[in-house]
């Protein structure tokens, strides 16, 4: 089984993982995955209060598996080593917690899954550069580029698309061009895969709330939805979708 949720923030968002919340975690094995969409955020900082977390989430029943969101510590992450798993590269945090790296299509479960990380943050002048917010929040155009080749392998056609934000058609309708969502290169690209990709269902976090935007672009926050034949279910609906 694959089951989809939003934003972690570290531990600030973890309590929808535990058994009060979660509760059909008990029916779950390492064969099934749970994929955060973005703000990870378990490594920010190598203390104590961190390892206990990952330890914890490490120690839930099922698999791992996260894009990285705007607010992560890229240098941090730059210090795993990248490896192949299912068709695409990831970098093993733990035993069996991945993080699924930009621009890169995945077979799981028989779904084939385009991931691609990364957003800007509007909060970026409450914030320090290298300290709490890092340039490579979004996507140089390298990585862009090798995103749109891992897509021309498989003919622009996935079944799932996993981002942390959503285009700028999307933005703009949900938000009415407020300065908190702007335009950038991440959402333009989203643009274009809107326009020319062939995909069933796409999954994001980033905007704190959860709403099915329509048949197609799912926005989610502390909702758990897990993938059926014929789209998708809330397993802890905290918010409506």
């Not at 955020?41 to 791992?64: A, S």
């Not at 333009?188 to 980033?206: A, I, M, P």
Request: hydrophobic residues 40%.
């Amino acid at each position: 089984m694959i089951f989809i949720t939003g934003d972690l923030h570290g531990s600030l968002d973890i309590s929808k993982f535990s058994e009060r919340n979660f509760q059909m975690q008990n029916q779950l094995s390492r064969e099934d995955f749970m994929i955060i969409c973005g703000d990870f955020g378990l490594i920010w900082e190598d203390c104590e209060e961190e390892r206990n977390w990952l330890k914890w989430l490490e120690d839930r029943p099922w698999t791992t598996l996260w894009i990285d969101g705007n607010h992560e510590n890229f240098d941090r992450l730059k210090s795993f080593s990248t490896e192949k798993w299912n068709g695409g590269l990831i970098q093993k945090i733990t035993p069996h917690i991945f993080h699924l790296c930009r621009g890169q299509v995945f077979q799981i479960e028989g779904y084939r899954i385009f991931a691609m990380g990364g957003a800007e943050s509007h909060d970026k002048a409450r914030r320090k550069e290298g300290v709490s917010w890092w340039q490579e929040e979004l996507p140089t155009e390298a990585e862009v580029q090798r995103a749109r080749a891992a897509l021309e392998c498989v003919n622009w056609k996935v079944d799932i698309v996993l981002t942390h934000s959503l285009s700028t058609k999307i933005q703009w309708e949900l938000f009415h061009g407020m300065l908190s969502y702007t335009e950038n290169r991440l959402t333009d690209f989203f643009q274009e895969l809107d326009e020319n990709l062939d995909f069933r269902l796409w999954f994001s976090g980033h905007y704190h709330f959860s709403k099915q935007f329509d048949e197609r672009h799912v926005l989610l926050y502390d909702t758990i939805v897990q993938l059926t034949a014929g789209g998708f279910r809330k397993c802890f609906p905290v918010e409506e979708i």
